[in-house]
């Protein structure tokens, strides 16, 4: 999946667009309520950063994650699963990260973006 993907079922799904309010990291977007309260962050960051260095690929090459709030007993369940890890900055007991590239359709994620959005109102 790539991050336009992403954004764009999020965008038809709840009507949020992404905000881009990081100088620093100029691509990361945060997915949020009206309110303001996040339910999802985008990002690229290199595969080191996420614990992929010993892959064979290059350490340095960015990725595209998304950060979304879980609940604990399906954040570990899932962190054995392909394309899952822990959340990326944020609580790694209440939020999961999940490699883009490795979902095939933004609906492979909806149940999980559901409910991070409930679970964030």
């Known amino acids: 999946m790539q991050r336009e993907e992403l954004i764009d079922f999020v965008r038809s799904e709840f009507g949020v667009e992404p905000e881009y309010s990081f100088a620093k990291f100029p691509r990361y977007a945060a997915l949020k309520h009206p309110g303001g309260k996040w339910f999802g962050l985008i990002m690229n960051v290199p595969r080191k950063k996420v614990g992929l260095a010993g892959d064979g690929r290059d350490p340095d090459e960015e990725i595209d994650i998304a950060d979304f709030k879980i609940d604990p007993e399906l954040n570990s369940a899932l962190r054995r699963e392909r394309g899952y890890l822990p959340g990326y900055h944020m609580s790694k007991e ?4 999940v490699i883009l590239a490795d979902f095939d359709h933004p609906e492979d994620l909806r149940n ?3 409910s991070s959005f409930a679970m964030t109102r």
């Open 94 to 97: 209440h939020w999961i990260s």
């Open 112 to 114: 999980l973006i559901d």
